[in-house]
């Protein structure tokens, strides 16, 4: 065990580890088209932030009336997403530097994402993110996708550790609320700024309204390793 006691951390990864919503958004926008719908806006993607890919489709599908079935419009969007994410993912350098200092204190991580297990490696083995992670969980290891708290808590019950001593990282509302349902802590780190008074925020523990732009791992590591000393007191 660390010296942080118990503690363990679950990061979301898409806005939250790594950037990747542009390459969401080109995705989206592609398929789309394919199947009709020319003007997908980045205005719009913002809706479906948070939102698992898999959840979305069938969003698409009533938004739009779309026809086409879910599974076949889901694996257009993942084809094209697993090409742009392959080329090229951002890392958010705060998040990689918290990563780091958790992995040199012992403290075990977990990735629990809407995403597919395809674009979960993908992203993952591009960045070299999944070396300082413990656990990986994907939206098809759980029934339902956040809100709902599943993949926050299979991530505690793969890493061994109780909800109670988790601390999760999220970027947007829909996780935060998982966390909060899963009996976690949360600091929110809101991808979108204009979002930070979403009900879904409300009870997060950190929410830091600035998003990336106010994260640093310095700070970010100082909270946890105090949260962690008056959850053992």
């Known amino acids: 065990m660390s010296d942080l006691g ?38 719009d993607h913002e809706n479906y932030v948070g939102v698992s890919t898999r959840d979305t489709v069938l969003l698409w599908r009533e938004r739009y009336g779309l026809r086409v079935p879910a599974e076949e419009l889901l694996a257009a969007t993942d084809r094209r997403y697993l090409e742009l ?11 990689r530097a918290l990563l780091e200092l958790l992995a040199a204190d012992g403290v075990p991580t977990a990735a629990a994402s809407g995403s597919s297990p ?24 759980v029934p339902r996708g956040k809100p709902a708290p599943d993949t926050f808590l299979e991530a505690a019950r793969r890493l061994g550790a109780d909800p109670y001593d988790c601390v999760v990282l999220e970027d947007a ?60 007191a």
């Not at 939250?16 to 980045?42: F, H, I, K, Q």
């Not at 674009?119 to 993110?129: D, F, H, I, K």
């Not at 509302?173 to 700024?193: E, L, Q, S, T």
């Open 173 to 232: 509302a829909p996780g935060a609320a998982a966390a909060h349902a899963a009996g976690m802590r949360c600091i929110a780190v809101p991808y979108v700024a204009e979002q930070a008074d979403d009900p879904g925020f409300t009870t997060a523990d950190l929410l830091l309204r600035g998003g990336q732009k106010e994260f640093t791992a310095r700070s970010a590591y100082a909270w946890l390793r105090g949260t962690a000393t008056m959850n053992s």
């Open 6 to 43: 118990a503690l363990a951390v679950i990061f979301d990864l898409d806005g939250t580890l790594v950037d990747s919503e542009p390459n969401y958004y080109e995705a989206s926008r592609l398929a789309l088209a394919e199947y009709g719908v020319p003007d997908y806006t980045w205005a």
């Open 85 to 95: 994410a392959r080329a090229h993912t951002r890392v958010y350098p705060e998040m």
């Open 118 to 141: 395809e674009a979960m490696t993908a992203v993952l083995t591009g960045t070299g993110l999944g070396a300082l992670l413990s656990v990986v969980v994907s939206a098809a290891d």
